[in-house]
Each structure stands twice: as structure tokens, then as C-alpha cells.
Nanobody
């Protein structure tokens, strides 16, 4: 059974940092492309970043501060380091994995992903 479990969310003040983690199980994640998405209340889910099976990375236009996506295939884990957070970064953040394997083209389309986690809440106060 495929499972993605996010952790690391929380409440921080503007300018603060958080590191999100995603633990994958039930499949060999190294061949998948993996991404982070976020969704604020009343808004559509938007792509934050994608990292493919070769380590190529794309970031979404929504990313304003210095974010870094990374993965550790030995641990079946995905990470998102978020620095200089702003109140507009407040959202539920989701980890996702896709069988395609690559972050080309419309990597930010949720339909490109086969598996999703339950999300971890990030709240940034001013």
C-alpha cells in the first residue's frame, strides 16, 4: 500500500523557516518524480516544487522566498526547506509522487501525480 506522510509544518513568524519532510512507503520512490503542492482556503492547489528521478528541479512561480527541494532515495524521503516565510505562504502543504518520473512540462498539474499525502499545515504570522 502506497503511503506518503508529511511532517514538519507549524506556526512561524514572518521571516522564519520550516523544513517539511515526506516519508514514502509501499513503492520504490527513486523512479518517481516527486513534488510539493500547497493549498490555501478558497484557492486552487498550486505546485511549489518538483524533483525528478535524475535530481532535476523546477520551482513554481508561487515561490518567492528561498526554497530548496531535495530527496533522499536511500530513505524514500522528500524534503522542502522554506526560508524567509511570508504570511501569503500560509497553506496546507502536500507531498505527491508520480510514475512519469520527470519534472518536464506541466509538472505543476496535480493530474501528473499518482499518490498524495494528507498534508501538513504551515501558518505564517506577520
Amino acid at each position: 500500500q502506497v503511503q506518503l506522510v508529511e511532517s514538519g509544518g507549524g506556526s512561524v513568524q514572518s521571516g522564519g523557516s520550516l523544513r517539511l519532510s515526506c516519508a514514502a512507503s509501499g513503492y520504490t520512490s527513486s523512479t518517481y518524480h516527486m513534488g510539493w503542492f500547497r493549498q490555501a482556503p478558497g484557492k486552487e492547489r498550486e505546485g511549489v516544487a518538483c524533483i525528478d528521478r535524475d535530481g532535476n528541479i523546477n520551482y513554481g512561480d508561487v515561490v518567492k522566498g528561498p526554497y530548496t527541494i531535495s530527496r533522499d532515495n536511500t530513505k524514500n524521503a522528500l524534503y522542502l526547506q522554506m526560508n524567509d516565510l511570508k504570511p501569503e505562504d500560509t497553506a496546507m502543504y502536500y507531498c505527491a509522487a508520480g510514475r512519469y518520473g520527470f519534472c518536464y512540462g506541466r509538472w505543476f498539474d496535480p493530474l501528473r501525480y499518482n499518490y498524495w499525502g494528507q498534508g501538513t499545515q504551515v501558518t505564517v504570522s506577520s
